[in-house]
């Protein structure tokens, strides 16, 4: 297979929760093995919604411990932060100046995002949101983003943004797709399976939860059915279960579900043990890593010039066919 040069990230406003790692991190892992890969923390993007700077270098740190901890390999991918690698920010700035802003404003995440909230004190970080990412993505030419269904929009612009660019500029970027794990790529909210599973709310579960916690947020999720008999809340359990759980639990409390003999609390208590005994060794792992902050830094430092040696390149091109000095 022809190596490709993929980019995805993680906002650092909180850790991670499981449907992050599902759709998301857990395709890094696999993809890192095979292509040219570049996975950072979005700092920046953290910036777009409220946070305290003190929670946010922490969180940041801790983002970069929840990638190493989980499996991902600073010598085989790179790793950095957003922030440190001040191209992300200044690319975004000439895509902002290409950008129409009919297409910004109807991106379902910037709706969702600001509701019913008066626009005009809405900050412009959080419509400008999908530029930035079309930005992190195009510096390094990435063909491939691994990235939940909830991203697919922004990715949507992010090719209209790179065919602008090429044909106002000539030829610079491919336009890159993404890539989504299809049974995986939207992972519900427990207590309103309507929804995403999110950052906010402390609906998710997180990777690094306590086995107590897991077990309390699933007790606490809901199984009602529509007038249709069918279950978002039920459908996103059984998907949890066959993420997590053995063949043996999947038939036992498939066939039960058929047979309408299931015990909700039974198949909970089972997901909830599941999932603590495969995160466990994560757990242990970004506990030691935090134990020497040093490490992380050294890694994210070391990541952080890699990916600007690229960046660097990359602006160099668009500088100079954009007209800039
Ligand atoms: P973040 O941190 O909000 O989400 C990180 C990744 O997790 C996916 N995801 C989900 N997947 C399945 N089920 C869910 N309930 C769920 N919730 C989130 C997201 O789709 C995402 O892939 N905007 C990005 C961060 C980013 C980025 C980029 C990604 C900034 N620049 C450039 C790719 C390329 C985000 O949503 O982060």
Redesign the pocket.
């Known amino acids: 297979m022809k190596k490709q040069t993929l980019?995805?990230?993680?906002?650092a406003s909180s850790e991670p929760h499981i449907?992050?790692y599902?759709?998301?991190i857990r395709q890094f892992l696999k993809y890192q093995e095979l292509h040219d890969c570049n996975f950072f923390i979005?700092d920046l993007?953290t910036l777009t919604t409220p946070f305290e700077p003190k929670e946010l270098r922490k969180n940041a740190l801790e983002v970069a411990a929840d990638y190493i901890a989980l499996g991902l390999d600073p010598k085989k991918s790179t790793l950095y932060l957003q922030s440190q690698v001040a191209e992300h920010a200044e690319l975004a700035w000439i895509f902002n100046c290409i950008t129409p802003l009919g297409e910004l404003y109807r991106m379902t995440q910037f709706k969702d995002k600001t509701g019913s909230a008066n626009k005009e004190s809405v900050n412009a970080g959080l419509l400008n949101y999908p530029v930035l990412?079309a930005a992190?993505?195009l510096l390094y030419k990435a063909e491939i983003?691994p990235?939940?269904?909830?991203?697919v929009q922004?990715l949507e612009l992010a090719r209209v943004i790179a065919k602008k660019f090429n044909n106002q500029f000539g030829k610079t970027f491919p336009e890159p797709k993404a890539l989504l794990e299809s049974e995986?790529?939207?992972?519900m909210s427990l207590n309103d399976p309507e929804k995403?599973?999110?950052?906010t709310g402390g609906q998710g579960i997180l990777i690094n939860d306590s086995p107590a916690e897991i077990q309390r947020k699933l007790r606490k999720a809901v199984t009602a059915t529509d007038a249709t008999g069918k279950s978002k809340g039920v459908d996103n359990l059984f998907r949890l279960l066959r993420e997590f759980g053995n063949k043996e639990q999947i038939q036992f409390f498939e066939n039960a579900y058929q047979e309408n003999t299931i015990k909700f609390s039974e198949l909970k208590d089972i997901l909830s043990e599941d999932i603590a005994h495969y995160f466990a060794p994560f757990r242990e792992k970004r506990k030691e890593l935090l134990n020497s902050p040093e490490y992380i830094a050294e890694a994210l430092a070391d990541g952080a010039e890699k990916a600007r040696e690229r960046a660097r390149a990359t602006m160099q091109e668009v500088k100079k066919k954009v007209g800039l000095l």
């Not at 980019?7 to 906002?11: A, F, I, K, T, Y």
């Not at 990235?147 to 991203?151: L, P, R, S, T, Y």
């Not at 995403?196 to 950052?199: G, I, P």
């Open positions: 980019v995805s990230g993680l906002r449907g992050n599902l759709g998301a979005a993007h990412m992190d993505i983003v990235v939940g269904e909830d991203q922004h995986t790529a939207r992972i995403k599973m999110s950052k």
